[in-house]
Structure formats: structure tokens, C-alpha cells
């Protein structure tokens, strides 16, 4: 997942505004971890872009197998196929000579659709900031989709469009502040898995230190 940084502020449909409001400090927390902090900026130390891209790699094998299986019972709700990321995670860490075995992490299933919505509005906006992501990472650190950055290019040009279409599908709770407030639940126990996924990466030495002035 690239980083979960702030999706774009363009009119926004009401549950995806009280998706915004509810999830507001833990998506900022996480923001301002120290395994994210300075992505995008020059010195940001290649050890640490690639000890994130291992931290994700459990977390997400768990987060999709955790959408798919929801989704293998109702199929017709929402597609996933082609918005799959554990793929990336693993080519972009082969670039680097790295071939972790991505197990799963630990995750609670998927039981309604207002969870769905909760785990992939963390999920697909975070995509969205990877574009940001993914244009200063190549500038600063000469990475990009073929080498080692696929999964912050994620969906290149069509990006907008999957974030979109991905807004429209969760105004269909719109009518039903219960299932918001579910949503908005899950979406936060998302970044919190998200930022304790990174407290672990963040234990391995040196990797979280300031680069030397030069």
C-alpha cells in the first residue's frame, strides 16, 4: 500500500465525508510515522523504502485474503480482481533481491459490506497517494514501476478513474448511518493495523534514523 496520505479534497459524496471526519486522527497518525515521515522528500533512505515495502507485504497478503473471501460469497458486490496489490509488493521486493514468503497477518474477516467499505477506504486511498509517492521516489531515489516501485505506481493512468468508481460504490450506504458508522470503524482498526505493522519495521536498528548531513 503506498502510503495512506490525504486522498484530494474535490466534492466529496456524504459517507465519503464521514469516512474522512471519522478516520481523520488515525489516518494522520499514521502519516506521521516514522516509516513513512520524509518519503517524499530527498534522504529518505532506500533501506527503509525497502523494509516498508516488507512490513506491507504480510499485512496486505492478510487484508486480501480477507476481501476475497467476503467477496468469493458475494461476488457481485464489488470487484477486487483488478485492484489486487500483494503482486507489487512482491515484484518490487524481487527487484531488490529480496523473496520473503508474504504469510498473512492475522486479520478478523470481513463480515458485511460496511467492513468492505471500511478496509478498501484505507486501502484504495492510500493507492491514490501513491501517485504522489511514486513520482517523488523516482525523482529522489531513480525508482520507478520497473524497478522496484510498482506497487506506489500501482494503477499508472487509471488511477483516478478506480478512485472514483471506487467512490460510487460507497455511497450505496449512504441511506443507512449505522452501516457509516461500521464502516468508519473498520476503516480506522485498518490504519491501526496499518501503523502496528509498522512499529514493527520500525524495531530492526538504524532503519528509522535521520540520514547523516553530508
Not at 458508522?181 to 530492526?204: G, H, M, P, S
Request: aromatic letters at 10%.
Amino acid at each position: 500500500m503506498s502510503s495512506p496520505v490525504q486522498p484530494p479534497t474535490e466534492a466529496a459524496g456524504p459517507v465519503r465525508q464521514f469516512l474522512r471526519q471519522h478516520t481523520h486522527a488515525a489516518h494522520v497518525a499514521l502519516n506521521h510515522h516514522p516509516m513513512l515521515s520524509g518519503i517524499t522528500h530527498p534522504g529518505y533512505p532506500l533501506l527503509r523504502y525497502q523494509a516498508l515495502l516488507a512490513a506491507y507485504l504480510p499485512l496486505y497478503a492478510g487484508l486480501e485474503a480477507a476481501i476475497e473471501q467476503y467477496l468469493s460469497a458475494y461476488p457481485a458486490v464489488f470487484d477486487y480482481r483488478p485492484r489486487r496489490k500483494l503482486h507489487w509488493l512482491v515484484s518490487d521486493l524481487a527487484f531488490f533481491g529480496h523473496h520473503p514468503a508474504p504469510t498473512p497477518a492475522a486479520m478478523a474477516p470481513i463480515s458485511n459490506l460496511a467492513e468492505l467499505i471500511g478496509v478498501l477506504y484505507v486501502i484504495e486511498g492510500s493507492t491514490l497517494g501513491g501517485g504522489l509517492i511514486a513520482r517523488l521516489i523516482t525523482q529522489h531515489l531513480g525508482i520507478d514501476a520497473n524497478r522496484g516501485g510498482a506497487f506506489f505506481n500501482a494503477y499508472g493512468v487509471d488511477t483516478q478513474t478506480r478512485w472514483q468508481g471506487f467512490c460510487v460504490f460507497i455511497e450505496t450506504i449512504a441511506a443507512y448511518p449505522a452501516q457509516q458508522a461500521l464502516a468508519a470503524q473498520r476503516a480506522v482498526a485498518t490504519f491501526k493495523q496499518f501503523q502496528q505493522a509498522l512499529d514493527r519495521a520500525a524495531e530492526q536498528p538504524g532503519l528509522c534514523a535521520e540520514p547523516e548531513a553530508g
